[in-house]
């Protein structure tokens, strides 16, 4: 067994105990992996959770089942292998987490998403993003010519595709012929996820669709399966939460990820604040301001973000209700100080011809000059993320863009490589 375990993950556990699920907001190193395990097993010994399910990544997920073997060396627990996802076996395993009752499940992000949903519930979630779609359209479509084409094409688009989703469940539904146990069937009725960052990119309806930063509104088949996993949950229990994230990059680098971590956790709340998409929710929390800034081709241009947070004192409260944050410093790890220096390389000749393409193609969208076919219409709109990714790839080594550039002494890794030799 486990002898200790340190005071935030006490507190943390019992929060997460007093509301039913929550945030796990603790740096790496500070003992998520326990603190998930023993709420886990808490929750079910307390009659809170009948059977709570624990995801992780690939190259964690068997630490977590050995974790908890090792705090509960008497568990009933059901840890998924690889065989038990393979085509042959995938339902009847699907059956054995149905028909028993565990103490916990645990498996892969990726086996999850191999769990079929209720076709009921995603069309009940996607005919309400749908509602909310046609309301932004009508909305638009009364401003008039104040509205630019391209953002009623995009609302338009966006129509469509959930449109055919919508058809593709109904369809489902009708010609639905076998019996293979769904999420819902299976009685998980608490949901253990491990680095949710994972699962951060979550549709949203937006009518700020010219505002840079918010990331991609149509979002991942992964977070949309995510979502209905949790809304079974908690249509289950008939309240908010039903479900834990762990991270320790909860919010990375959008504020949209702020409102996305509400949308999953506490939908009830945001529907009794009358908080229905995400501009509602961005005009009481964010201000949109427009500045100047270097674009990818170090070229000034204007840019409309959302740049600072408003009613911060409420929105922290807001956060802090269902959230659990701790640094290392707080916890009491013990870490070595950093000691950076930052060097200076100057390009090699290679690199300054290879710039001059980058922010060509930065500026024309002519993939060509990078050696590579022209763009679709999805990595079009994806140019400047392809540019930065070329470049952080150049910056390291030539050779990542092509492997047919020689090893040049001045390339990064070269460079990194030297010194770590002179070191030691």
């Not at 959930?162 to 998980?188: N, P, S």
């Not at 509400?262 to 301001?289: G, M, S, V």
């Amino acid at each position: 067994g486990i002898k200790s375990i340190y005071g935030s993950q006490k507190d943390c556990i019992w929060m997460l105990k007093q509301n039913g699920g929550g945030i796990c907001d603790h740096e790496v190193g500070t003992g998520k992996t326990l603190i998930m395990c023993i709420a886990a097993h808490e929750m079910k010994r307390l009659g809170m959770a009948h059977k709570p399910m624990i995801i992780g990544l690939k190259a964690n997920v068997a630490e977590i089942a050995v974790t908890y073997m090792a705090a509960y060396p008497n568990a009933r627990i059901l840890y998924a292998s690889e065989k038990d996802f393979s085509t042959a076996n995938r339902i009847k395993f699907f059956n054995t987490i149905k028909n028993n009752d565990f103490d916990c499940v645990i498996m892969s992000h990726d086996q999850f998403g191999k769990i079929p949903q209720s076709p009921e519930l995603q069309q009940e979630i996607l005919q309400a993003e749908l509602d909310s779609v046609e309301e932004n359209l009508e909305v638009l479509r009364a401003q008039g010519k104040e509205v630019s084409k391209k953002m009623l094409r995009g609302l338009e688009k966006r129509k469509f595709n959930l449109e055919v989703k919508l058809e593709k469940i109904a369809y489902q539904i009708e010609t639905r012929t076998d019996d293979v146990c769904d999420f819902k069937q299976m009685g998980i009725d608490h949901l253990f996820v491990d680095e949710s960052h994972q699962f951060k990119n979550l549709m949203f309806n937006t009518r700020h669709d010219r505002v840079a930063g918010l990331g991609n509104s149509e979002g991942s088949q992964r977070a949309l399966n995510m979502l209905f996993a949790i809304r079974t949950i908690q249509e289950r229990t008939g309240r908010d939460l039903g479900a834990t994230f762990l991270s320790g990059t909860t919010i990375s680098n959008s504020l949209t990820e702020l409102y996305l971590l509400f949308k999953y956790l506490r939908p009830r709340e945001l529907e009794r604040q009358n908080i229905r998409c995400f501009d509602a929710w961005a005009a009481i929390f964010a201000k949109k301001t427009t500045d100047f800034e270097f674009n990818v081709t170090n070229n000034i241009v204007q840019k409309e973000r959302f740049r600072y947070f408003i009613k911060v004192p409420e929105l922290a409260a807001f956060y802090n209700e269902i959230t659990d944050y701790r640094t290392a410093a707080d916890v009491g790890v013990d870490r070595p100080e950093k000691n950076e220096i930052l060097h200076n390389i100057p390009p090699t000749p290679d690199q300054e011809v290879f710039i001059k393409k980058l922010m060509e193609f930065a500026k024309s969208g002519d993939a060509t000059l990078l050696g590579r076919p022209p763009l679709s219409e999805t990595e079009e709109k994806a140019k400047m993320l392809i540019a930065t990714d070329y470049a952080r790839k150049m910056a390291l080594d030539m050779r990542m863009i092509d492997p047919n550039y020689e090893d040049h002494p001045d390339n990064k890794a070269s460079h990194c490589a030297k010194m770590i030799a002179d070191y030691y």
